[in-house]
């Protein structure tokens, strides 16, 4: 190995977009996301695919067809992630 490398020419590689998803930012609260860590290493999946459910869910109910679909407000999202920790 070399004791010094040179990347002054170097470039960063492309990233590959999953089909069907967006890369987002969103801010959640620190005990939220410990319990949804928690339940993905107890379940083997990734704590973002249980969110991801959680919110797939929260959007389709009971598969009935909404009057009027209403935008996923931040409140209503803090209200279903709240619903759903105190129910697991």
Avoid at 23 to 34: A, F, G, N, S
Avoid at 43 to 53: D, F, K, R, S
């Amino acid at each position: 190995m070399r004791e010094e490398y040179d990347f002054s020419k170097a470039q960063r590689g492309a990233v590959i977009a999953s089909p069907g998803k967006t890369r987002i930012t969103i801010m959640l609260d620190d005990d939220v996301i410990e319990h949804f860590r928690a339940q993905a290493e107890a379940e083997g999946v990734g704590y973002q695919t249980l969110i991801n459910a959680l919110l797939r869910k929260a959007a389709v109910g009971t598969g009935k067809a909404r009057p009027q679909a209403q935008p996923l407000t931040v409140a209503t999202l803090r209200r279903v992630l709240r619903e759903e920790l105190h129910t697991s």
